[in-house]
């Protein structure tokens, strides 16, 4: 049985849902070359320290916003409030271009424009966290 995930998109406040298949292909270790880009802003090991943006472990499937001793935007806190969660759908479109996600945001990464890129990408967030 195929599982599915149901993402939300969170464009000019209105949520929309899209059911899409649970697992694209990539692979973790192309993925950690490109996460080196990340680096400079976020940390990924397991209860590592906040940068100039928060730690990203075990980000897949969490709740937006609510990492723990890190200060967020407030567009992030209002769209954590409405809901918002990195699940992979939600982490594609913000990857490719945050402010499309988060208007107003304070991030400020252009965005990945490859596919395969942020494929690898994903599946090295999904590598580094709690594993199910």
Not at 17 to 45: K, W
Not at 91 to 114: C, E, H, Q, W
């Amino acid at each position: 049985m195929r599982s599915y995930l149901l993402a939300a998109a969170f464009a000019a406040g209105t949520i929309v849902s899209v059911a899409t298949p649970a697992a694209a292909s990539g692979d973790p270790a192309a993925g950690q070359r490109v996460f080196n880009q990340c680096r400079a802003c976020h940390t990924i090991n397991e209860g590592g320290r906040h940068g100039v943006g928060p730690n990203i472990w075990g980000i897949v499937g969490q709740p937006a916003g609510k990492r723990e001793g890190f200060r967020y935007s407030a567009k992030m806190q209002e769209l954590a409030g409405q809901g918002l969660t990195w699940t992979e759908d939600n982490l594609r479109k913000y990857l490719t271009n945050p402010r499309d996600v988060v208007p107003g945001g304070s991030m400020a990464f252009a965005g990945i424009r490859n596919p395969q890129q942020l494929e690898d990408l994903i599946a090295f967030l999904r590598q580094n966290g709690p594993q199910s």
